[in-house]
């Protein structure tokens, strides 16, 4: 923690309202604590815009997932067609192929 000298009778003082020796007013204390609020208030505006940044990353990741299944089920079911062995048509020997009329 940070401290502070008294304004009025110079002594080294940890951050109060008034000196605990001279009992003087402080205005230091004051400065710092607005310091410290601006900083909060700049750190939570940060943390927001880091929140919507993590939900944006999040939806682009699920589309990418989601289109990432689609297609690796579309290679999928084309390998499954290009393996799956093809009826062929055998006539019995012997027998002629109809012949038109």
Do not use: N, Y
């Not at 923690?1 to 003087?24: D, N, T, Y």
């Not at 204390?29 to 919507?52: G, N, Q, Y």
């Not at 944006?56 to 689609?70: C, E, G, P, T, V």
């Amino acid at each position: 923690m940070a401290s502070f000298q008294c304004s009025s009778c110079g002594r080294e003082i940890k951050p109060a309202a008034s000196c605990p020796h001279c009992g003087a007013h402080q205005p230091q204390w004051v400065e710092h604590l607005a310091e410290i609020e601006r900083s909060i208030a700049e750190m939570k505006a940060r943390e927001a815009a880091i929140a919507s940044e993590q939900r944006q990353i999040a939806a682009k990741m699920q589309a990418a997932l989601f289109q990432r299944d689609i297609l690796a089920h579309a290679g999928e079911e084309r390998l499954k067609q290009a393996t799956r062995p093809r009826r062929v048509l055998r006539r019995r020997p012997g027998r002629r192929p109809p012949t038109a009329a």
